[in-house]
């Protein structure tokens, strides 16, 4: 699981590995997943999917992803075995003050 500190700022974290030919990104404090066939595609899925989960919760006059359970345990552990930390160079074209920050892990 992410440190105690990781959890007090608000991130959303997911981590990332491959599944087959597709490249899979679940988010921890959500259970929510995308998949895309390449990293660039995968880091502009993850942005969509929680934009989208904002965007529609405002417009029901509702909290962002309340009622979403936590993802499964072997998701964090994969997450805290992760060997490398993944940053977006370029910008998705999503507003980030959409959603609060993404910490992205490779497993």
């Known amino acids: ?3 105690q500190n990781d959890q007090n700022e608000e991130k959303i974290h997911a981590v ?3 599944s087959g030919e597709w490249l899979v990104a ?12 390449d990293l660039k595609a995968l880091l502009y899925e993850v942005e969509r999917i929680l934009t989208a989960h904002v965007l529609v919760a405002r417009h029901e006059g509702a909290e ?3 009622n979403l359970p936590k993802a499964p345990k ?3 552990k994969m997450y805290q075995e992760a060997g490398a930390r993944l940053e977006p ?7 980030t003050s ?7 892990r490779a497993a």
């Open 1 to 3: 699981m992410p440190s």
């Open 74 to 76: 072997r998701f964090w």
């Open 16 to 18: 990332i590995f491959r």
């Open 89 to 95: 160079i370029r910008e998705t074209g999503f507003s």
């Open 98 to 104: 959409s959603h609060p920050p993404l910490e992205l």
């Open 64 to 66: 962002p992803f309340t």
């Open 26 to 37: 679940q988010c921890l404090e959500y259970d929510i997943a995308t998949q895309a066939r």
